[in-house]
């Protein structure tokens, strides 16, 4: 086979277990796609179709999956909304973070490193706000 030729194979491989997966978590029932296209179109920037995502989002799409399409590090999401608190910031703050540093839509697609990474950013966002406001703004 063609290197080409083994990435489509690759490609479609992947495709199927994303099908299979989605329809283990009850996104896919049946022929009904309606819960699958809206959670695709939700986390991929409006793509309604698993066939376009890049091989980058296919990834991200399959991690997401693993978990049962359930929040990945409940205390990771904890911690950032503890920090989003304390910059008084809406979890849409981290979300642009997140869409910034890995092209995610949502927190829900980020695995464990990047929910660190996030709480990184965060911290030296509430560190800059401490240096430029003189005091800690703890809740």
Not at 95 to 118: H, N, P, S, T
């Amino acid at each position: 086979m063609k290197p080409q030729a083994d990435n489509a194979a690759q490609r479609k491989s992947r495709l199927a277990a994303l099908h299979i997966r989605a329809r283990e978590v009850g996104l896919i029932e049946g022929d009904d796609k309606t819960a699958w296209r809206k959670w695709l179109a939700d986390g991929f920037s409006g793509i309604d179709s698993s066939a376009k995502l890049s091989d980058t989002q296919l990834a991200a799409a399959l991690n997401a999956l693993k978990g049962g399409a359930k929040p990945t590090g409940r205390a990771l999401h904890d911690e950032i909304n503890r920090r989003l608190q304390a910059l008084d910031k809406s979890e849409g703050y981290a979300v642009g973070i997140a869409r910034k540093m890995f092209g995610k839509d949502r927190l829900q697609f980020c695995d464990d490193i990047e929910l660190r990474k996030i709480v990184a950013a965060l911290a030296a966002s509430q560190r800059r706000a401490e240096k430029k406001h003189g005091s800690p703004r703890h809740a």
